[in-house]
């Protein structure tokens, strides 16, 4: 009976140790992690001076690590443990309080003298792409919208960085270097409704804004870009748009709402005009489904931002046949995608692209080719003087 006993705990120990072998040669082949939204490790290159400095060993293990069978379930318990158990403030790089997410922050020390130069350098190249466009009688629109950890500064401990410091000094140095340079800067952070309406209109568990937010910061563009121009760009009152929350799930991006497990609940929201505006859309040049929300099959089903747009795109174009409006380009990232879903209502056609996928041509010729009516560009304030992306080069502009 013990021989047997033995030899069935050796087949269950053999059985757990091969099936780990197996789940991790099949997890080599994952590039990102869904829950930890950040890209796995991948395979070091070998060389005979990496594994003479021992930087490929140090990979490997890195890349084993990452792709390791049961690591998510492991993850999981350890977040569990952190969040619950011991109740650490700080969980996966992300601060836990009792009603939201915060992303964490690393200390942001800089020199105040080197950061006004870099603005004002950044807020020089935007002025050339302003030019363009004012150049064929275009208007040219750059937007800062504060991100969460903006909105909720308070929400931080005393003893963890909320970056305030920087986020004043820079948007201090931006409007300055606007005046100076004569570039139109919409600081949708001054749009009081927003601020105020913070509960509302920032999400708890992502950096982004919600569909609400992104409402009130589209009404607070257009009402400068009217009071700026003079001109009558419509959009949808408060009285004829109806906000529709869905059941489903937001599991948002906060380490994906820390490996869904977190009792911080919150869902998402679609919204529909009282005027039916017909449209086409194409994607990357191709036919699309003529709608602007993406919500899962059923309502059990966890939601993700792309619900707004079907996330991302590297060029989407929205033509609504109403030729007496004019047309806009917007470009900017993932906090386009709200917005998007609302401003096209104020005009004829809509291209929006994000340069962070989109290589066909510079922004500089983008503008050139389809000379639109507007450009406007929406930042974050994380992003707002960031060259990466779809900050600068621009490509080249004629002076």
């Known amino acids: 009976m013990k021989k047997v006993s033995g030899f069935l705990a050796v087949i269950c120990f053999l059985t ?5 072998m197996v789940v991790t040669v099949a997890k080599l082949k994952e590039e990102k992690s869904f829950y ?11 060389s005979e001076q990496a594994v003479a400095d021992g930087t490929y060993f140090t990979d490997l293990e890195s890349y084993l690590a990452d792709h390791a069978a049961f690591r998510y379930t492991l993850l999981k318990f350890r977040t569990y443990f952190n969040e619950y158990i011991i109740r650490r403030p700080v969980v996966n790089n992300v601060i836990v309080r ?5 992303i964490y ?8 003298e080197e950061l006004k130069e870099e603005t004002d350098s950044f807020v020089s190249e935007l002025s050339k792409l302003q030019n363009l466009v004012e150049g064929y009688g275009g208007n040219y629109y750059y937007v800062g919208v504060p991100c969460q950890y903006a909105i909720f500064e308070d929400k931080y401990p005393s003893y963890l960085e909320n970056r305030a410091e920087y986020t004043d000094e820079v948007l201090a140095d931006f409007n300055a270097a606007a005046d100076k340079y004569g570039v139109n800067f919409i600081d949708a952070g001054q749009c009081k409704e927003l601020m105020e309406g913070r509960d509302i209109y920032s999400s708890k568990v992502d950096n982004h804004y919600s569909l609400q937010g992104a409402y009130v910061s589209y009404k607070y563009i257009i009402d400068n870009i009217n009071k700026d121009t003079g001109g009558e760009l419509k959009y949808p009152a408060d009285d004829e748009i109806t906000f529709t929350e869905l059941k489903n799930n937001y599991l948002g991006s906060s380490s994906r709402k820390l490996f869904g497990i977190t009792k911080i609940t919150e869902t998402l929201f679609t919204a529909e005009f009282s005027e039916n505006i017909s449209f086409t859309r194409e994607d990357d040049g191709a ?9 899962p099959e059923n309502e059990y089903k966890d939601v993700m931002y792309d619900l707004y747009m079907c996330g991302d795109r590297a060029e989407t174009v929205i033509k609504t046949n109403r030729p007496q409006l004019p047309d806009v380009l917007i470009y900017g990232d ?6 998007e879903c609302l401003a096209y209502y104020s005009f004829d056609e809509m291209r929006s692209i994000d340069l962070r996928h989109y290589d066909k041509m510079s922004l500089a010729d983008y503008i050139e080719e389809y000379k639109p009516d507007y450009v406007i560009c929406i930042r974050d ?11 600068s080069p621009f490509g080249e502009i004629s002076e």
């Open 16 to 20: 757990l140790i091969f099936s780990g």
């Open 36 to 46: 930890e939204n950040r890209m796995l490790d991948a395979m070091p290159q070998y």
């Open 98 to 102: 009792d009603d939201i997410l915060l």
């Open 105 to 112: 922050l690393d200390y942001c020390f800089f020199d105040r």
């Open 287 to 295: 036919a699309g489904y003529s709608q602007v929300y993406y919500p």
């Open 334 to 339: 993932s906090f386009t995608n709200a917005l």
């Open 381 to 391: 304030y994380e992003a707002l003087i960031k060259t990466e992306g779809n900050g």
